[in-house]
Each structure stands twice: as structure tokens, then as C-alpha cells.
């Protein structure tokens, strides 16, 4: 099952998941051990992440780790540009305003 970008940074454990990722590296055991969850919640929660893209699977030896993949993130910073300059257009009117105020 293909899984959208969206979905996978809608859950607040998955959040933490990518965050802690982006500072290195880990295993799935690693990862569980930062969280209450059962390491088969922690499991499916990366299985999710790796499904989006986010997360990159790589196999060192017979230990598999996941990488944070920052490319994936850009999806999301594209569909927020479109607010981000509508809200600047907006905030540059209410300067005029009040400047002319």
C-alpha cells in the first residue's frame, strides 16, 4: 500500500520518530526504546514512515537501520510555499494599512 506524506506526519509518534531519525540513524529496538509503545507499535509506526519514503531502510550486516530522508520532507515544504506567500501577501497589506493609518 502506497501511503501519502501527509498521513504519515498526521500521528504525534510518528513526528517523534522523524525527529529523533533525523539525528542519526537507528535501529527499530533503538527507536522502541525511546518510547512507551510496544516495539510492535514502534514497528508499524516505521513501517508506515518507510512506506511514505520518509524513512530509508539500509542493512548493515544482518542489523537494519533507518535513515531520515530529508528529499521526502520537501513534499511538504512545497504545499505549505503556496500559504507561506499568501500569508506574506496578506501581512505586507495590513503593513500598508496601518502605514497609511
Known amino acids: 500500500m502506497r ?3 501527509f498521513q504519515a506526519i498526521a ?3 510518528r513526528r517523534a520518530i522523524l525527529t ?3 539525528l542519526g540513524a537507528m535501529t527499530p ?7 512507551d509503545s510496544t516495539r510492535q ?3 508499524k509506526h516505521i513501517q508506515i514512515l518507510t512506506e511514505c519514503e520518509v524513512l530509508i531502510q539500509k542493512k548493515n550486516g ?4 533507518y535513515h531520515f530522508n530529508p528529499e521526502k520532507m520537501k513534499e511538504i515544504d512545497i504545499w505549505l510555499e503556496r500559504f507561506r506567500k499568501m ?3 496578506s501581512f505586507n497589506q495590513l503593513d500598508d494599512l496601518l502605514k497609511d493609518l
Do not use: G, K, Q
Open 41 to 43: 507499535t514502534i514497528s
Open 29 to 35: 529496538n533503538a527507536v522502541a526504546e525511546h518510547f
Open 62 to 65: 544482518r542489523e537494519i537501520y
Open 20 to 22: 529523533l531519525l533525523a
Open 3 to 5: 501511503r501519502d506524506i
Open 87 to 89: 500569508w506574506e501577501d
Open 11 to 13: 500521528d504525534p509518534t
